[in-house]
Each structure stands twice: as structure tokens, then as C-alpha cells.
């Protein structure tokens, strides 16, 4: 009996980890399906014959679809067995990447994005939960951390190498190739993905909802709309910045997104030392970073040394205020830390439509090289916020 018990463990504890992987190359997929965008967006924008500040509004549309339809659809569906969950939402992944492949207009591209955008936060509120039931207990952690590796890998290389596909061979092939891989995913879930049922409901009512009663805690998520809308008002026309200012050839952007990403790296290792001593303090600091590195990348544009220094800076802040936002608003809302998690989701992406509005109409006004002054001046008005927030503690 225990010979055979043990192989039949080890076989589950393998289908389990396969499992996991596929979960995590599946988040992989999913955030560059949203991302990918913005480093495609000036041939995008040729190739459609709109300016680049309407391009920009699909970031917009993007985001707010994920604010507004994520969370009422995420509690429609969250209760289907998780296979057919996550083949639904791969499956629909692949349909939008393939119809923003063949858009030949803004609306049907716009079309494209909402479809994806519905559903990317069923899957950020389901998969980091269903691979730690994948795992057993004891390794929840470590099988959480393992999707979330998908989340850095698609910024450091996801997007990227997205843009240096489309440089080599379009920005249609870049959403077809996505959209393949998504197809791919969909048939290693459907082959090797055991049945898994939903996760027990939480106990709803006072317990959950008792934090939206709290000012404070309402505050923190204003402020990461805040600092959300000041990393994004710059960031979502950071390959325009580099291909128009910087003059960087179309055929090295990708390149130099990819520093952009390497660099983050450093900021996230950075960021979870920061936000364990001081969530505010960390928020803090990183702001002024922030608005530093994005002021300093036009007046530096013609020095290669000041401008890789002011990018770098700028990498750094943008990529540590990722989790320290999450960390920030879920200690505010420590009753409920699930509800006030998904409330930053929202609030980030929120921030992420509002940014990129925000910088679609400054370069329509006031010209793309005071994209990083618009974008340090909503991170003052962060940080004031913050500083506020501090002082009630």
C-alpha cells in the first residue's frame, strides 16, 4: 500500500507544479496583452491614421473596463470550476489579440481591448487563490509568488520583446503571436489542468464592507489613483518619448524598453525592503523619485549619460510602486485585506485610464516633451496626499 501511495503522491505533486506553470505563463500572456500596447502604439497609431494622443485612449479604455466591468464579472463567474474559467478566459484572450491583429479602425481596436479587459481581473482575483489550492497546504506562498514571477517576466520581457516583434515584422504579428501563445495555453490547460472547484465564499456583509467606512482607508485609495495617474501619464507614451525626443531609432526601442524593465527589477527588490519598515515613507520617497526621473528625462534628452540616469530613476520608482501600492492599501484595510486588494486593482487601473488621458492631451496641447512635467506634478499632488495620510497615523 505505501509502495504505491507514494508514486500516486508524486505523480499529483507533479500535475500540481505543471499546473502552477501554466498558470504563471498564462499571467505572463495576460499582462502583456495589456501592456504591449504602449510600446507599439506610434506604429499603431500611423497605421490606423490617428495622432497618437487618440492611440493612447485605448490604454484609457483598457483601464477603465477592468475598473468598472472587472469586479461586477468577477463575482458573476468566479464561481465556475477554475478549468473552465481559465480555458474561457485564455480562449477569449486569444479571440481579442486576434481581432486586434485585423482592426483596420480605432473602434474595432477599442472593441478588441474591452473584450480582454473584462476579463483580466477574473483572472488575477482566481489564479494566485487557485494555484495556492493547487499546492496544498503549507506551499501557498511559494506557488503564489511562482504566478506572480509571470507579472515581471511579461515587463522585463514581454513587452519588449512585443515591440521588437513589431519592429521585425509589424505590430498585427505582435497580437498574433500573443494571441497564438494564448492558444496554447488554452490546450495545456485543457490537456494537463486538473477540475478544481471554486474556493469556499468568504463571510460578506459588515466584516468586509466596515473598511469602506473608514476615511483613511478611502484615502489610501485615492492616493494610488493618484500615483497611478502620474506613472501612467508619462509612461504610456514613454516609445513615443524615446522614438520622437530621444530620436532612438524605431528598430532599438524595444531595446530600451527593455533597460527600462531590467532597471525596475532593482526597483522592486528595493520597494519590498522600503514598504516593510515604512508603507508611507516608501510611498513617499518613491514619488519623488518619480517626478524627479520623469522632469529630468526632456531637459536631459540630448545627453545619452544624464538621460539613461534619468530613466533609470524613473524605472526604479515606477516599478517599486507597483507592490508598494498593494502592500500600502491592504495594511490600511487589514479587516478585509481580499476586498481592499481588488479596491487598489481598481484603483490603479483607474489611475492607469486617467493617466494616459491626462498625457493624450497634454501632448495635444502642450506638446510631448511636457509629458514629464505634467506626470512630476500629479506625484507632488501625491505626495501631498501621503503626507497628509502620515500625519493622521
Same mark, same amino acid.
Given at each position: 500500500?505505501?509502495?504505491?501511495?507514494?508514486?500516486?503522491?508524486?505523480?499529483?505533486?507533479?500535475?500540481?507544479?505543471?499546473?502552477?506553470?501554466?498558470?504563471?505563463?498564462?499571467?505572463?500572456?495576460?499582462?502583456?496583452?495589456? %501592456?504591449?500596447?504602449?510600446?507599439?502604439?506610434?506604429?499603431? +497609431?500611423?497605421?490606423?491614421?490617428?495622432?497618437?494622443?487618440?492611440?493612447?485612449?485605448?490604454?484609457?479604455?483598457?483601464? %477603465?473596463?477592468?475598473?468598472?466591468?472587472?469586479? %461586477?464579472?468577477?463575482?458573476?463567474?468566479?464561481?465556475?470550476?477554475?478549468?473552465?474559467?481559465? /480555458?474561457?478566459?485564455?480562449?477569449?484572450?486569444?479571440?481579442?489579440?486576434?481581432?486586434?491583429?485585423?482592426?483596420?479602425?480605432?473602434?474595432?481596436?477599442?472593441?478588441?481591448?474591452?473584450?480582454?479587459?473584462?476579463?483580466?481581473?477574473?483572472?488575477?482575483?482566481?489564479?494566485?487563490?487557485?494555484?495556492?489550492?493547487?499546492?496544498?497546504?503549507?506551499?501557498?506562498?511559494?506557488?503564489?509568488?511562482?504566478?506572480?514571477?509571470?507579472?515581471?517576466? +511579461?515587463?522585463? %520581457?514581454?513587452?519588449?520583446?512585443?515591440?521588437?516583434?513589431?519592429?521585425?515584422?509589424?505590430?498585427?504579428?505582435?497580437?498574433?503571436?500573443?494571441?497564438?501563445?494564448?492558444?496554447?495555453?488554452?490546450?495545456?490547460?485543457?490537456?494537463?489542468?486538473?477540475?478544481?472547484?471554486?474556493?469556499?465564499?468568504?463571510?460578506?456583509?459588515?466584516?468586509?464592507?466596515?473598511?469602506?467606512?473608514?476615511?483613511?482607508?478611502?484615502?489610501?485609495?485615492?492616493?494610488?489613483?493618484?500615483?497611478?495617474?502620474?506613472?501612467?501619464?508619462?509612461?504610456?507614451? /514613454?516609445?513615443? !518619448?524615446?522614438?520622437?525626443?530621444?530620436?532612438?531609432? #524605431?528598430?532599438?526601442?524595444?531595446?530600451?524598453?527593455?533597460?527600462?524593465?531590467?532597471?525596475?527589477?532593482?526597483?522592486?527588490? !528595493?520597494?519590498?525592503?522600503?514598504?516593510?519598515?515604512?508603507?508611507?515613507? +516608501?510611498?513617499?520617497?518613491?514619488?519623488?523619485?518619480?517626478?524627479?526621473?520623469?522632469?529630468?528625462?526632456?531637459?536631459?534628452?540630448?545627453?545619452?549619460?544624464?538621460?539613461?540616469?534619468?530613466?533609470?530613476?524613473?524605472? !526604479?520608482?515606477?516599478?517599486?510602486?507597483?507592490?508598494?501600492?498593494?502592500?500600502?492599501?491592504?495594511?490600511?484595510?487589514?479587516?478585509?485585506?481580499?476586498?481592499?486588494?481588488?479596491? #487598489?486593482?481598481?484603483?490603479?487601473?483607474?489611475?492607469?485610464?486617467?493617466?494616459?488621458?491626462?498625457?493624450?492631451?497634454?501632448?495635444?496641447?502642450?506638446? /510631448?516633451?511636457?509629458?514629464?512635467?505634467?506626470?512630476?506634478?500629479?506625484?507632488?499632488?501625491?505626495?501631498?496626499?501621503?503626507?497628509?495620510?502620515?500625519?493622521?497615523?
Amino acid at each position: 500500500m505505501q509502495a504505491t501511495s507514494a508514486p500516486a503522491s508524486e505523480t499529483a505533486d507533479a500535475r500540481a507544479g505543471l499546473s502552477i506553470l501554466i498558470l504563471t505563463i498564462a499571467a505572463f500572456a495576460v499582462l502583456t496583452t495589456e %501592456f504591449i500596447i504602449l510600446g507599439i502604439l506610434p506604429g499603431l +497609431a500611423r497605421e490606423l491614421d490617428i495622432s497618437i494622443a487618440k492611440a493612447g485612449q485605448l490604454v484609457t479604455v483598457f483601464a %477603465f473596463t477592468v475598473m468598472l466591468v472587472g469586479p %461586477f464579472l468577477t463575482a458573476a463567474i468566479s464561481h465556475w470550476d477554475r478549468k473552465k474559467l481559465f /480555458l474561457t478566459i485564455v480562449l477569449i484572450f486569444a479571440v481579442s489579440n486576434g481581432l486586434s491583429a485585423v482592426a483596420t479602425d480605432f473602434w474595432t481596436m477599442a472593441f478588441s481591448r474591452i473584450l480582454a479587459a473584462a476579463l483580466l481581473p477574473v483572472f488575477w482575483g482566481t489564479a494566485s487563490e487557485s494555484a495556492a489550492q493547487l499546492a496544498g497546504k503549507g506551499n501557498e506562498g511559494k506557488a503564489v509568488a511562482q504566478v506572480y514571477m509571470g507579472i515581471t517576466a +511579461a515587463f522585463v %520581457f514581454g513587452i519588449p520583446l512585443g515591440t521588437l516583434a513589431a519592429t521585425a515584422v509589424g505590430w498585427r504579428a505582435t497580437f498574433m503571436l500573443i494571441g497564438g501563445l494564448c492558444l496554447v495555453i488554452a490546450l495545456l490547460i485543457w490537456m494537463f489542468m486538473p477540475s478544481l472547484p471554486n474556493a469556499p465564499k468568504r463571510p460578506a456583509g459588515e466584516r468586509q464592507s466596515v473598511i469602506l467606512q473608514d476615511p483613511t482607508f478611502i484615502l489610501h485609495v485615492v492616493l494610488s489613483v493618484l500615483v497611478f495617474t502620474a506613472m501612467f501619464s508619462a509612461y504610456t507614451y /514613454l516609445a513615443d !518619448i524615446l522614438e520622437r525626443l530621444a530620436h532612438v531609432p #524605431n528598430a532599438q526601442v524595444g531595446w530600451w524598453l527593455m533597460g527600462f524593465g531590467a532597471v525596475g527589477m532593482l526597483g522592486n527588490a !528595493i520597494g519590498g525592503r522600503l514598504v516593510d519598515r515604512s508603507p508611507l515613507g +516608501a510611498t513617499v520617497l518613491l514619488l519623488v523619485v518619480l517626478g524627479a526621473g520623469m522632469a529630468s528625462v526632456a531637459p536631459a534628452i540630448d545627453t545619452l549619460w544624464l538621460l539613461v540616469v534619468a530613466l533609470s530613476a524613473w524605472g !526604479i520608482a515606477y516599478t517599486a510602486l507597483f507592490p508598494v501600492c498593494q502592500v500600502r492599501v491592504m495594511g490600511a484595510g487589514s479587516k478585509a485585506q481580499a476586498l481592499a486588494g481588488t479596491l #487598489n486593482v481598481s484603483a490603479a487601473n483607474g489611475g492607469i485610464g486617467i493617466g494616459a488621458a491626462i498625457g493624450g492631451a497634454t501632448i495635444e496641447h502642450m506638446g /510631448l516633451a511636457s509629458l514629464g512635467w505634467v506626470g512630476a506634478l500629479i506625484a507632488a499632488l501625491a505626495v501631498g496626499l501621503a503626507v497628509l495620510l502620515k500625519a493622521r497615523n
